[in-house]
Structures are given as C-alpha cells and as structure tokens.
C-alpha cells in the first residue's frame, strides 16, 4: 500500500533550482532542492536552449519518484521553482530563457544573501554558485582583491579536487581486503545477498555531488577500484534502494577520508520517514588505502526499502565511497 500524503504536505513537491557547481560552460546540470534546504537530485541539461520547463518538470519527477508521497492512488506532483523557492509561472520557457532572465538573477541574489546571512556550508542546504549569466552581470561590481582571493581559494580548492580524484586508485591488496574482511566476520555465516548491489536490482536514486567520470552508481558496481566523490562540503548523502526489501543487519563501506558516518533506514514505498540503523566514526586511512569499515544494524519493524548513507564528516576536504554493502 502506497504511503498517505499527510495534510501539509498537499499534491505538489515545491523543488527549487540552482546551478550545479559541476556546470560548465559546455555542461549544464541543474541542482534540484528540496523544501527543507535538502538536496534532493541534480539534472544534466544537454539542450538547453531546446527544453522546456515543462519538459524539465517531468523529468525531475520521474527522478524524484521514490521521494513523493503517494494517496489514494496519485502521486506528489513536481512544480519547479527559482533559486529563492518562489514558483516558476512560465512553463513554456526554455531552460535557457529561464537562466537569462531577471527573475532568475534576482532570484539567485536573493538565495546567495540568505545562505551567507545563515553560514550555510554545506551543499545539502543550498550553499550553490550563481548562473554564468548573473557571474558576468555582477563581475565588474566585484573588489579586486576579493575578486583574486576568490580565485587563488578555487584554484587550491579544485586541484584537491583532482588530487583526491586520484588518489583513490588503489593496487589489489585492498580489492582483497573487502572481500576478505567480509568472508572473515562473525556473522557472516548464513546472511543474504547484497541488495544494494546492481546485480541484485539495487539502484542509486541520489547523491548530493555529481562527477560524470565518478558517478553515483559506482557504488553498487561490485568494483572496488571504482568509487564515487564528493565535490562539495560536508555533510553529503548517498540514497539507495534495495533490490527486494530486507531486513538489514549490516553496512559494509569500504572508502577514502570518511570520518563520520550515519546509515538510516526506510521500510515504506516512498523515502520519506528514516530511522537510525547505525553509526560510527571511522580512523584516517593511510593514503591510497581504503577504509574498510562494518556498520552493525538495528532491528528493524519491517523490511528494509531504502538506505542512506549520511556522511557528516571527513578527515579531508573531499572523500570518496567505493562500495556499499548491504546485507
């Protein structure tokens, strides 16, 4: 049975957009957020020019399907909205159109003074760069020296970025190590298949950083010399959804600079109400090794649906999940 919408909630999920980080000139993914300042999924634009916001609203929905409530057969709709949460009116724009209009601009504004007005640091809560088109509109009102501290911060910011991208390319020894450590836990001895593995029907519905050459499904992938990585501050989710609903009994992560860590669990049709499964704080890894940790589970009330990892911290600016467990 699907899960009943509660009142406040209504028949329409407000998802505000902004630029991703990861957009370029060449690449455009918008950032989808949720009412709570969560983010909730990114959407590559390949045509800008060409999509409609109507077009671009079905998408998101068919993304988000996990994530809207359900009642009396119908389901959340998807209504998009500007950087500052208020509605977007004019469906029959372009992407394109809506990112070069002074709505848009004013809006982004409006969102970058309440992010610095609350110290907002994280991406989940909508720390997010402005549009190209507002960065060249505003560029020339911006202080010189500010201006070259900003850009020395970003060039050390982004090559940690590709350090970290690299550093993770690890020999077999480690490959080995999962597996093994797997094989050699106590309770290994008559558990289930994984079910957050690809193979199993699992399936990755959100992550709150996107890399195309490191993407989110890395991680139920069954490789551990692929992994996917952080781009943003901490904290950062991963959303997952099993292949059959089961009840978990352990997480199994193997990772780079991962400090804190929190798994949560879901056993409803739609990823709406979490509880706590576990929880731990795992030791600095020497460089280049994997951090090869067990997440022992609560009981659960009913089978398993969905499983998030919330990593809240990290030993480093950016970390990476190779593999998720779930068993």
């Known amino acids: 049975m699907r899960r009943s919408a509660p009142d406040d909630l209504g028949s329409e999920l407000l998802i505000s957009l902004r630029v991703s980080r990861e957009s370029s000139d060449e690449h455009l993914v918008l950032t989808c957020i949720g009412p709570t ?12 020019e060409e999509e409609l916001l109507s077009a671009l609203a079905g998408r998101a929905s068919e993304r988000l ?40 601009r004013a809006a982004e504004a409006t969102a970058a003074d309440a992010t ?15 549009s190209p088109a507002f960065k060249r509109s505003s560029s020339s009102s911006i202080n010189g020296g500010n201006a070259r501290k900003s850009a020395r911060e970003l060039e050390v910011r982004l090559g940690k970025l590709q350090d970290a991208k690299k550093s993770p390319l690890v020999g077999s020894v480690e490959r080995r190590g999962l597996e093994e450590a797997i094989a050699s836990s106590p309770s290994k001895g008559g558990q289930s298949s994984d079910w957050a593995a690809h193979v199993h029907g699992g399936k990755v519905l959100m992550a709150t950083s996107l890399d195309e050459k490191h993407p989110p499904d890395n991680i139920i992938d069954g490789d551990d010399l692929t992994y996917w990585i952080s781009t943003g501050l901490y904290p950062q989710e991963i959303l997952l959804e099993l292949g059959h609903p089961a009840n978990v009994s352990d997480v199994w992560l193997s990772t ?27 030791t600095a890894s020497e460089p280049s090794r994997l951090q090869l940790q067990q997440l022992r589970c609560e009981g659960q009330n009913r089978p398993t649906r969905f499983v998030k990892a919330k990593i809240l911290s990290g030993w480093d600016d950016f970390c990476t999940v190779h593999r998720i467990v779930v068993h």
Not at 116 to 130: D, F, I, L, N, V
Not at 256 to 273: F, P
């Open 37 to 48: 300042g969560t983010t909730l999924a990114g959407l590559e634009v390949p045509s800008p």
């Open 65 to 104: 399907e996990a994530v809207l409530v359900h009642a009396g057969g119908r389901a959340q709709q998807v209504r998009l909205a500007y950087p500052d949460g208020s509605p977007i009116e004019e469906v029959d724009w372009t992407v394109s159109t809506l990112l070069a209009s002074e709505r848009w």
């Open 256 to 282: 780079t600079n991962v400090r804190r860590v929190c798994i949560e669990g879901c056993g409803e049709e739609s990823a709406i109400s979490f509880q706590t499964l576990a929880a731990a704080e795992l």
């Open 116 to 130: 610095r007005a609350s110290g907002a640091s994280s991406p989940t809560r909508g720390s997010y760069p402005e």
